[in-house]
């Protein structure tokens, strides 16, 4: 048996529309999406998926449910093999139990019970705004000076704790709920000489899950006191994580999927007042640094994400790590400012809707270019400064998982910084190559030394391929450039950094992770990538004296000769010179040329691979492949315009 744990964690990470979307062609319908029933024969569209429900209904044949009951409806799953093929779409570890355990029960009766004493809770603090004289005169009297109308402050359960030792841990004890209970939800604080109400004196905002479960606290100091924390959050616990959960979400997903776009503000009254105004797709981070699975939740109900700022410059450069982690999921990020003096609390209770909307698309710009406006001000008159500010600016646009996306904005860099392209993806080449991280390098590395230990290489091929011939034509450009220098730049400390075309080279391949096809140019270039720190003529005398006779004959050949590399270089004043004064066109029109070649070579397999598929009827191979050759198709449009920093093989 699956434990609980586990079945909450795929349930978690689940998304109805992208399982569903598998069997379905679904098209968006208002807040839903709508396809042809797959258990009935039809014409028109009556199958209904909901994301922010997280079911699908299926009009024709009277079906509905989760995705795990669709699984078991349409694939004739049971029910731990509908959970087991969503754990391993999601990379969800299985964790199996042969029975529960008692300590699984208690666990499982844990979490309930500190979910009931949380709606206890809530209902309590509610209930003080409007039927107890503190609660009244304090926390009701707060909302409404801050503009809150009863109708918002019922829609997210506002509340006030009474000021006192422990009034509200009295009631709830006095009501039959355990201490040990309000101990763990962090409600209550349990000394061994006393106990107290954690959010004694506060105005309290309730955290809710995607299920609309009370799951924790925000609490708002009223006093004076400065050595009293202004807000004050629920512990951790069995069911708050702070960094799994957004102020917000529960009440705004279904507004974010009818208007495909989630605002991202800072603390609980920006979400309530721009909620009040009419504008419900909205979230907060609640004031603490944003966080790869808060960036994942708002990922399941949309791809377009606007962060609001206010004015304050140092808090805007402190937040900006989070929007890195926003690019990094491959979300479209927008980033306003709003005028000096202003946050999302004031400008929404001073404007309209249609005006704060029209202020957004008025003056919303896209992340890369804020981010190069903001830190242009700081370096200006100081070479070092930008220095650091471009390679600052470039580590965001590492953080983007589409090449192409990640080209385009090179290209606004360089019109924005006055910068070459060339010399931009020569240092984002560098980032992405350490981004992959010190583990994925010593691994790969690993890889090219069991390769040179155990060669199977006996002698030069007697014919060369077209891919043998572009791998040579590297192998070449290696031998006899490698050392030389290809580009040269200022790291973020102002030293001065140079890229060698071996570096250029070897960071391409790595990029998209290309192996070459040919054993002897596979063997060299991983020999040459694990000697690549020694000069030159240590490089020649390695494998020109190599003890395996097809690298000695293959240098030789490459060393003492003069090969010509493609006829793409002997064009008319391709060559007027030599071939270092053209390295710079030369050595990526290469690499660029062999990226194209494979690309070429995997659209023929692909489509070889749906003609199979259309003989065995196997159609949904056939739509696989046929999604593969769109983006093989576009990727080749990318190549063929000379733009070859595309990641073609992931």
């Not at 100081?382 to 080209?407: G, H």
Request: negative net charge; glycine residues 6%.
């Amino acid at each position: 048996m699956i434990d609980q744990e586990t079945i909450d964690k795929i349930f978690d990470a689940i998304d109805i529309v992208e399982v569903v979307g598998e069997f379905v062609n679904l098209k968006r319908a208002g807040t839903n999406f709508k396809g042809l029933s797959p258990f009935h024969d039809e014409k028109t569209p009556s199958f209904v998926v909901s994301p922010s429900k997280g079911i699908y209904k299926d009009f024709s044949s009277g079906k509905g449910g989760n995705a795990v009951g669709f699984l078991m409806e349409h694939e004739k799953f049971s029910y731990p093999e509908a959970l087991k093929y969503l754990a391993s779409k999601y990379n969800i570890e299985i964790k199996e139990d042969k029975e529960v355990s008692a300590e699984e029960i208690q666990k499982r009766n844990t979490r309930e019970s500190l979910l009931i004493v949380s709606e206890f809770a809530g209902k309590y603090f509610n209930n003080n705004l409007f039927h107890h004289a503190e609660g009244k005169s304090v926390g009701y009297s707060y909302f409404k000076e801050r503009g809150f109308n009863d109708e918002t402050i019922n829609r997210f359960q506002l509340g006030y704790c009474p000021d006192g030792r422990d009034v509200f841990t009295s009631y709830a004890l006095d009501n039959g709920y355990k201490l040990e209970y309000l101990v763990s939800t962090g409600l209550t604080i349990d000394k061994e000489s006393y106990r107290f109400d954690r959010f004694s004196g506060r105005v309290m905002f309730p955290i809710h899950g995607l299920s609309g479960k009370i799951l924790g606290f925000g609490g708002r100091t009223l006093k004076a006191d400065k050595k009293v924390a202004k807000y004050l959050n629920s512990p951790e616990s069995e069911i708050y994580h702070k960094s799994n959960i957004l102020y917000g979400l529960y009440s705004a997903k279904n507004s974010i999927i009818k208007h495909e776009r989630c605002f991202l503000v800072e603390g609980y009254t920006d979400v309530l007042s721009m909620f009040q105004r009419g504008i419900e797709n909205v979230v907060a981070s609640s004031g603490t640094a944003l966080t790869k699975e808060q960036i994942k939740l708002i990922k399941r109900f949309t791809k377009n994400i606007t962060v609001i700022y206010d004015g304050d410059a140092a808090g805007i450069k402190a937040s900006l790590r989070g929007i890195d982690l926003i690019l990094e999921e491959g979300l479209n990020v927008k980033v306003v400012l709003l005028p000096d003096g202003e946050d999302p609390d004031s400008f929404a209770k001073s404007h309209t809707a249609d005006e704060l909307i029209n202020y957004v698309d008025n003056n919303q710009s896209d992340f890369i270019q804020f981010k190069t406006k903001l830190l242009l001000k700081d370096s200006e008159g100081d070479p070092v400064k930008r220095a650091q500010m471009i390679n600052d600016i470039l580590k965001s646009v590492s953080y983007i998982p589409d090449a192409i996306v990640r080209s385009v904005y090179i290209k606004e860099c360089s019109s924005m910084l006055d910068i070459g392209e060339q010399s931009l993806y020569t240092q984002l080449n560098k980032l992405l190559l350490n981004k992959t991280g010190e583990q994925h390098r010593q691994n790969k590395y690993q890889r090219y030394e069991q390769q040179r230990k155990q060669p199977n290489i006996e002698k030069v091929p007697a014919t060369e391929t077209k891919q043998d011939r572009l791998e040579k034509e590297i192998i070449s450009l290696l031998f006899k450039f490698g050392q030389i220098i290809f580009e040269e730049y200022k790291d973020e400390d102002g030293n001065d950094v140079a890229i060698s075309v071996a570096d250029f080279i070897v960071s391409e391949l790595e990029e998209d992770d290309i192996d070459f096809g040919n054993d002897a140019y596979k063997y060299i270039l991983n020999e040459y990538r694990a000697n690549m720190t020694i000069g030159k003529e240590e490089i020649e005398k390695l494998f020109v004296n190599h003890n395996i006779k097809a690298v000695q004959s293959i240098a030789a050949d490459l060393y003492t000769s003069k090969y010509e590399l493609s006829n793409i270089w002997t064009k008319k004043d391709s060559f007027i010179e030599t071939e270092e004064d053209k390295l710079k066109d030369i050595v990526p029109q290469t690499v660029l040329a062999y990226k194209t070649y494979i690309v070429m070579e995997a659209i023929k397999d692909t489509r070889t691979g749906i003609i199979e598929a259309q003989n065995e009827n196997n159609y949904e191979k056939i739509i696989e492949l046929s999604e593969q050759i769109i983006v093989l198709n576009n990727i080749k449009q990318r190549l063929t315009e000379g733009r070859g920093k595309i990641a073609i093989l992931r």
